[in-house]
C-alpha cells in the first residue's frame, strides 16, 4: 500500500464523515474536539480555532487554550432575503462575535462560537434555510457567481449555474443531519435516501476544490485563482457556454518551490447544458487522480502540472463522452467591485432597480463606536423590499432597490455613519483575510493590519497624486492565501509577526500571477521600499496602464507567466 | 454497652493504661464510685504530699449537675463555644452533653432542667440553616411548657447586619414564654466574641452549679465522657486571636481576559508548627483595609495628618461597616440632632444599604479625637474562605479561591476588605495572618469508597478542589461527580485544567457544567442537576453523600428545592415527600452544605 496522508486515514474510518464528532460535543470539560475530528468537522462547515492573543495567559490561569469554532455558510451565488439576513445577524449577535464575516468567497463566516453553542447555532443557520455543509472540507466548496443575481439575465443565470452545480456536488452522507439537526430536514441536502458517495467516493477529494462562474468583462470572482472556472460567452444578451478554466489555486508553503500558486489553465469551450457534467468529470478526474500521499501536492493545479492539460482534458472528454469546443473570445477588465450605485445592465429603463456595492472594510459587518454597519444593515433588512448579495470581494451589494427605496437607504447608512465610497482608490481594491486571532494558520497579522497600512500608503498616494488610482492590494496572514494576494497588483503574505513577504506584478484583471520583491519586511520597510515604486509609477506609466502592468515593464520584478515559473527570477530588493 | 476508655493523655504510662481500661472495663458503678472517692481521700489524707496538679484540679465541693448544651451553629462559631463549656462545665462537675439543634426535637427540651444555649443568626435575622426546624418548632404553639427549666443564652451575630443577633434573641424569650427560668443573662456577640464568650460561660456555669461552702461528699464524680470523645471537634492551634503566618507563595486571577469575573487562586505556605486542616475547613484571613480608605475616615473626622492612627484602623479596626451600632454611638457622640432621622429602622436600612461608615462620617462631618473615633470602631473580624486543597497533597500549604468583591455607589469606588486585600494589597511573597475554621459538618465520608456529588457555583467549587485532592492521596476508590456553574465557559470555568485530569486519571468520575451567559437562556447548576436526576438517583441509591457549596440565595436555595422535585420525582412528585428524604440524607449526614 503506498503511503497516504494522515487526513485520507482519518476520512476513511470516518464513516462518511461523522467520526467522533457527536461523542466530541457531549465532552463539556473541554471546549475542544479531538484532533482527527477537526479535519472532519471542516466537511461541515466548521473550523475549530483557538484566541491566539491570549494563548500565554491560559496555561497559568489553569485554563485550556480560549476554544471556538468558526462557522462558514454554503452560499452559492451569495445572495440572501431580507428575511434571512436577519436571522444571519441574529445568530452573530446570539452565538458568534457580534460581526459577520463577509469572506473572499462570497459567503459569510461566524467567528468565536463555542461548543456548547455548535449544534444550536447550525440549527439556527438551518431554521434560515442555509447549511454550511462542504463550505470546508476536501470537496467542492462554496461555489462563487459573478456580481449579482440582480444585475441581468446573464447574471442570473450564472447564479443558477453555481447553485446547482454546488447542490449536484453536494456530500450524500447523512452525517451532517444527523449530528446538527437531529436528522431533522429543513432544507433536504441530500438527495439520496441510501448513503453512498457517487460522485465522491468514501475518500472525498484529495484536497479542497474551489468553483466559480465568471461573467466577463467583470472578474470579479477571480477565475483563474480557483480550481474550476466557468467564464459565461455572451451572445445577443444570451449565455451560450461556457469557456472551462481547470487548475487555478492560491496555496503555498513558504520555502517550498515544489508548491506555487498557479493561475489556471483554458480547458475548453462547453454548451450550458453540458456545464454541470463537465464539471463533475473535473471533480472525478481529480478524485482519481489527484495526490492523496503528499498533502500540500494534493490540489488539481498540481495534478494538471503533472499530467499536463492535454492529457488531463483528455480524460475529461473521455469521461464525458464528448469533445470540448475550442475556447471562445472573452476578456476582463478588473477583478474589484464597482463601490455605489449602479443600475441593472438589462430590462426596461423604467423597470430598472438600483444597486449599491456598499464597501465592507475586510469584510467584516460590524458596529463600532463610530461606524455602526450592522444596525445599519439591520434596519435595511426589517424594512425590507430589498436583496442582499455577498460579493467575491468581501462587499456586499444592497440589490433591487427602486428609484424611491434609494433616498432612504442612503439616509440610513449615513445615520449610522456608514460611508459608501472608500478613502482611496487603493482603499477600494483592497482585501484581507481573517488571520490572528482566530485562524490557525496565521503566521502574521492580517485584517487588524491592513487598513492601518493603507492610511499610511495613502500619504504616499497623495503625493504622487494617485489617491483615486484603483489599485488592487491585498493582505494574508500565511501562504494559504484566502485573499489571493498573488493576484494583487501589490501582494503581503506574512511570514512571522509583524513581517511579510511582498509580492508585485500581478495583473489588474486577475490573468497574471505576481512575483516575489522583498522577503520579510516590516511596516516601515514596506513603505520604504513602495514609495519610489509609486512615485516612478506616476511619473512613468503610460496611458491608463495599471500598476501591475508597469512593474513588469519597468523591470522592477519579472512577470510570472505561469505558476510553475513563480518562484524563477526573483530578484529581492533591499529594504 | 462498653465504656469509653481512659483518654490517651491521662498521666499514665501506655502499659498502666491498658492495665486500668481493663480494670475499669469490668467494673460495677459502684465499684468505681467507691475507687474515685478512696482515692481523692487517700490524698486528702495524705496531706496534699505528693499530690499534683492534676488532681487539685478535680472539683470536690460541687454536687452534679446535669447540663444540656444546645447550640445552633452556622459556621461552627456556636459549636465550638458549645464544646468548650462543656470541658469547662467538666471541671465544674457538670454533667453536659452537648446537642446540635438539628439533632433535638422541642418536646425533648422539657427534661432537660438545665440549658444553656449558644446560637448564631445567619442572614436577615435567620436561624442557622440546621436548626430551622427546631426553631420553627420552638416558635409554633405547639412548643412544649417549660416551667421548672433553668436556662441562659449565648447569642452570636454580626453587627454589620439590621438584625443583629435576632435568633438568639428571640429564642431567649420564647423560652421564658414558656415558662423556663433565665438564670443568667443573654449576651450579643460580634464576631471578636472570643474573650467575652470564654466570660460569659465561666459565669454562666457558675449559676449552674455553684460551688457549695463545705465539703459535701467524699465521692468525686469524675465525668468519664467529658474526654476524648469521638464527635468533639479538635480545637484549631491557628484561631483569630492566636493566627499563624503565611506567605503568598502564588496568586492568579484565574479568569481569562474578558471575563465579568475576577477570582483570585491563592496559594499560602504556612510554615506554622502543627498547622493543618482537613478538607472542608475554611480557612480564616485576618485582613487589613485599604489605607486610603482609612486615610479619607481619619480625613472626614479632621485627623488625617495621623499617620499612626491611620495605620492602626487601617490593620485593626472595622472601618467599612455601618451598623446601627455605630450610627448610635455616633449620634450620641456627636449629638447631632439631624441623626436622628436615621435612627427608625427603615430610614437606616435605607441609608446604610450601599454605603459604609465612611459616608456617615462624610455626610455627618464631625472633628472627632482619635480615641473618639476609636470608640467607634469595632475589630477588624477575620474572613472565611472555604479551603480549595488538601494538604496531604499540599504539604504546608493551603489554596484558597476568592472572588474579588467590587462595586460602586454613592461616587465612591468599593471593594470588599479581604477579597481587595489579597487582590490589589498583597502580591507573591507577602506575609497574611490566617487561621483554621473546621467544619466537620461539611467533610468528606469517611469510607472512601462512597460516592460523592459536589455541587458548587463560583467560587463554591474550592472545597471539591480539596476533596479531590485528598481523595487521591489517600487512594480513595469513591466515585466522584462535580457540577459546576459560572457565567462563561471560555473565560470562567475554575480549574478547567486540573478537573481534565482529574478526569483522565479516573479520581473525578463525571462532570457537568452550567454556564449561565453563554447562550440566551440562562443554564443554572439545578438545571443540570434535573437533567442528571436519573443517574443522581441511582448514585443516591449506592450511598452517594451530596454536597453544595456556594451562594445560599443565588444558588444553594435553588439546588435544595430542586433536589427535593428530584426526591419526590419517583414518590409520584409529592415535594413533601422528597423534603423528608432530603431531611433523612441531612440527618444521616449525607447532604452537606458550605453556602454564604
Known amino acids: 500500500m ?10 476513511e474510518n470516518s464513516r462518511l464523515l461523522r467520526g467522533g464528532i457527536a461523542d466530541g460535543l457531549t465532552h463539556v470539560e473541554t471546549g475542544a474536539i479531538d484532533e482527527d475530528d477537526t479535519m472532519l468537522l471542516k466537511f461541515h462547515g466548521s473550523y475549530m480555532q483557538d484566541d491566539r492573543d491570549v494563548r500565554a495567559e491560559r496555561t497559568k490561569k489553569k485554563l485550556e487554550k480560549a476554544f471556538s469554532f468558526m462557522i462558514r455558510l454554503r452560499l452559492p451565488g451569495g445572495h440572501v432575503t431580507p428575511e434571512q439576513w436577519l436571522k444571519l445577524d441574529d445568530i452573530a449577535g446570539t452565538y458568534a462575535n457580534g460581526t459577520l464575516r463577509l469572506t473572499t468567497r462570497a459567503t459569510f463566516q461566524y467567528h468565536g462560537v463555542i461548543k456548547s453553542n ?8 438551518n431554521a434560515a434555510c442555509i447549511d454550511t455543509i462542504a463550505a470546508c472540507g476536501d470537496v467542492n466548496r462554496n461555489v462563487m457567481s459573478a456580481s449579482h443575481p440582480f444585475l441581468s439575465k446573464v447574471h442570473k443565470e450564472a447564479e443558477k449555474l453555481a447553485i446547482a452545480f454546488s447542490n449536484h456536488l453536494l456530500p450524500r452522507t447523512g452525517a451532517y443531519h444527523e449530528i446538527w439537526l437531529d436528522d431533522q430536514k429543513v432544507i433536504d441536502t441530500s438527495a439520496a435516501t441510501e448513503e453512498s458517495e457517487p460522485i465522491y467516493g468514501p475518500l472525498y477529494l484529495p484536497r479542497k476544490f474551489k468553483t466559480v462562474v465568471a461573467v466577463p468583462p467583470d472578474n470579479d470572482v477571480d477565475v483563474f485563482a480557483h480550481c474550476l472556472g466557468y467564464i459565461a460567452i455572451v451572445e445577443k444578451g444570451e449565455v451560450v457556454g461556457y469557456n472551462v478554466t481547470v487548475g487555478g489555486g492560491m496555496g503555498m508553503t513558504h520555502g517550498e518551490t515544489d508548491t506555487f500558486p498557479r493561475t489556471a489553465d483554458m480547458l475548453g469551450f462547453c454548451t450550458p447544458e453540458q456545464a454541470i457534467d463537465v464539471g463533475e468529470k473535473v471533480v472525478t478526474v481529480q478524485r482519481d487522480w489527484g495526490n492523496r500521499a503528499v498533502r500540500k501536492n494534493a490540489r488539481l493545479k498540481y495534478t494538471i502540472e503533472r499530467v499536463g492539460i492535454d492529457a488531463f482534458r483528455a480524460e475529461v472528454e473521455k469521461r464525458c463522452g464528448y469533445q470540448l469546443g475550442a475556447p471562445r473570445p472573452f476578456s476582463f477588465t478588473s477583478t474589484g467591485d464597482p463601490i455605489g450605485w449602479r443600475q441593472s445592465l438589462d430590462g426596461k429603463a423604467a423597470d430598472k432597480k438600483w444597486h449599491l456595492t456598499l464597501y465592507v472594510e475586510n469584510g467584516r459587518v460590524k458596529d463600532t463606536a463610530t461606524v455602526k454597519m450592522r444596525t445599519a444593515l439591520r434596519e435595511i433588512a426589517l424594512a425590507g423590499g430589498v436583496d442582499f448579495v455577498v460579493t467575491s470581494n468581501q462587499n456586499l451589494v444592497i440589490a433591487n432597490v427602486t428609484a424611491k427605496q434609494k433616498p432612504k437607504i442612503e439616509a440610513l447608512l449615513a445615520k449610522h455613519g456608514v460611508v459608501i465610497g472608500t478613502s482611496s482608490g487603493l482603499r477600494r481594491n483592497a482585501m484581507a483575510c481573517v488571520a490572528l486571532p482566530t485562524c490557525a ?8 493590519f491592513l487598513p492601518g497600512l493603507i492610511t499610511d500608503l495613502e500619504d504616499i498616494l497623495d503625493s504622487a ?5 484603483d489599485i488592487v492590494i491585498r493582505m494574508t496572514g500565511c501562504p494559504n492565501g484566502c485573499a489571493r494576494p498573488y493576484l494583487a497588483e501589490i501582494g503581503f503574505v506574512g511570514r512571522s509577526p509583524g513581517l511579510y513577504n511582498l509580492y508585485l506584478g500581478a495583473a489588474f484583471n486577475g490573468t497574471r500571477l505576481s512575483k516575489l520583491y522583498a522577503q520579510d519586511v516590516n511596516r516601515e520597510q514596506i513603505l520604504k521600499l513602495l514609495e519610489p515604486v509609486i512615485k516612478r509609477y506616476a511619473t512613468e506609466r503610460t496611458e491608463g496602464e495599471h500598476f501591475g502592468d508597469f512593474v513588469v515593464r519597468a523591470g522592477i520584478v519579472a512577470a510570472t507567466t505561469a505558476g510553475n515559473n513563480f518562484h524563477e527570477s526573483v530578484v529581492l530588493a533591499k529594504a | 454497652m462498653a465504656l469509653p476508655p481512659l483518654p490517651k493523655n491521662a498521666p499514665f504510662s501506655a502499659e498502666d493504661l491498658a492495665f486500668l481500661n481493663q480494670l475499669v472495663q469490668r467494673s460495677t458503678p459502684l465499684q468505681r464510685s467507691w475507687l474515685s472517692g478512696f482515692l481523692a481521700g487517700l490524698d486528702a489524707a495524705q496531706g496534699g504530699a505528693g499530690a499534683v496538679a492534676a488532681v487539685q484540679a478535680v472539683p470536690a465541693q460541687r454536687p452534679r449537675v446535669p447540663l444540656t448544651i444546645l447550640y445552633g451553629s452556622e459556621s461552627g462559631n456556636a459549636e465550638a463555644l458549645a464544646y468548650k463549656a462543656k470541658k469547662t462545665a467538666a471541671k465544674l462537675n457538670c454533667d453536659a452533653k452537648v446537642v446540635d439543634m438539628g439533632d433535638i426535637d422541642v418536646a425533648s427540651l422539657a427534661k432537660s432542667k438545665n440549658l444553656a444555649v449558644y446560637v448564631s443568626t445567619w442572614g436577615e435575622g435567620d436561624p442557622p440553616q440546621r436548626a430551622v426546624d427546631f426553631y420553627k418548632e420552638l416558635m409554633s404553639d405547639a412548643a412544649p411548657r417549660l416551667d421548672g427549666v433553668k436556662y441562659a443564652v449565648l447569642s452570636l451575630g454580626d453587627t454589620a447586619y439590621v438584625n443583629f443577633c435576632e435568633t438568639g434573641k428571640r429564642i431567649d424569650a420564647r423560652l421564658a414564654e414558656l415558662g423556663a427560668t433565665r438564670i443568667h443573662d443573654r449576651i450579643d456577640l460580634d464576631p471578636d466574641f472570643a474573650r467575652a464568650a470564654s466570660a460569659w460561660t465561666d459565669a454562666m456555669l457558675e449559676k449552674f452549679s455553684p460551688a457549695v461552702e463545705a465539703p459535701s461528699a467524699t465521692v468525686v464524680h469524675v465525668d468519664f465522657k467529658s474526654a476524648a470523645i469521638d464527635d468533639e471537634p479538635a480545637e484549631p492551634l491557628y484561631t483569630a486571636e492566636d493566627p499563624a503566618e503565611a506567605e503568598i507563595s502564588a496568586l492568579v486571577n484565574l479568569n481569562g481576559s474578558g471575563s465579568s469575573r475576577e477570582t483570585y487562586h491563592v496559594e499560602l505556605a504556612v510554615e506554622a508548627d502543627g498547622f493543618t486542616y482537613e478538607p472542608g475547613a475554611a480557612i480564616g484571613v485576618l485582613p487589613e483595609n485599604d489605607p486610603a480608605l482609612a486615610a479619607d475616615l481619619a480625613r472626614a473626622v479632621g485627623l488625617d495628618g495621623d499617620a499612626s492612627l491611620v495605620a492602626k484602623i487601617a490593620r485593626g479596626y472595622d472601618i467599612t461597616t455601618l451598623s446601627r451600632a455605630t450610627v448610635d454611638a455616633y449620634a450620641k457622640l456627636t449629638g447631632r440632632k439631624d441623626l436622628a432621622k436615621l435612627t427608625d429602622a427603615e430610614a437606616l436600612a435605607k441609608f446604610s444599604a450601599d454605603r459604609q461608615l465612611v459616608d456617615l ?23 472565611l474562605y472555604s479551603v480549595a486543597s488538601s494538604i496531604k497533597a499540599h504539604p504546608g500549604e493551603a489554596h484558597l479561591l476568592i ?3 467590587r462595586w460602586s455607589s454613592h461616587g465612591r469606588k468599593r471593594g470588599g476588605v479581604a477579597s481587595t486585600y489579597l487582590a490589589d494589597r498583597r502580591k507573591v511573597g507577602d506575609r497574611v495572618r490566617v487561621y483554621v475554621k473546621p467544619n466537620r459538618h461539611y467533610a468528606l465520608p469517611a469510607d472512601g469508597n462512597r460516592p460523592i456529588i459536589m455541587i458548587g457555583a463560583g467560587t463554591g467549587v474550592a472545597p471539591y478542589r480539596g476533596f479531590i485532592e485528598d481523595r487521591v492521596e489517600t487512594g480513595a476508590k469513591g466515585k466522584s461527580w462535580l457540577f459546576f456553574g459560572e457565567r462563561n465557559y471560555t473565560n470562567d470555568f475554575l480549574y478547567q485544567l486540573e478537573w481534565q485530569d482529574h478526569l483522565a486519571s479516573g479520581a473525578l468520575s463525571r462532570i457537568d457544567v452550567a454556564f449561565s451567559r453563554d447562550q440566551p437562556e440562562k443554564i443554572y447548576v439545578q438545571h443540570r442537576l434535573w437533567q442528571q436526576r436519573r443517574d443522581i438517583l441511582a448514585w443516591l441509591d449506592d450511598g452517594a453523600h451530596l454536597y453544595v457549596c456556594g451562594d445560599e440565595k443565588g444558588m444553594a436555595k435553588d439546588v435544595d428545592n430542586t433536589l427535593v422535585k428530584i426526591l419526590a420525582e ?5 415535594e413533601d415527600a422528597g423534603r423528608a428524604k432530603l431531611k433523612e440524607l441531612t440527618k444521616a449526614g449525607r447532604y452537606q452544605r458550605d453556602v454564604y
Open chain 1, 2 to 11: 503506498t503511503e497516504r496522508a494522515k487526513n485520507e486515514v482519518v476520512k
Open chain 1, 465 to 469: 497624486g494617485l489617491r483615486e488610482e
Open chain 1, 118 to 125: 455548535l449544534k444550536r447555532t447550525m440549527q439556527a443557520i
Open chain 1, 441 to 448: 494558520l496565521a503566521l502574521a497579522e492580517s485584517e487588524r
Open chain 2, 570 to 574: 419517583p414518590l409520584k412528585g409529592d
Open chain 2, 361 to 383: 462620617l462624610s455626610e455627618y462631618p464631625e472633628k472627632l479625637t482619635a480615641e473618639q473615633l476609636l470608640g467607634l470602631l469595632r475589630p477588624l473580624p477575620g474572613r
Open chain 2, 403 to 405: 472572588g474579588a468583591v
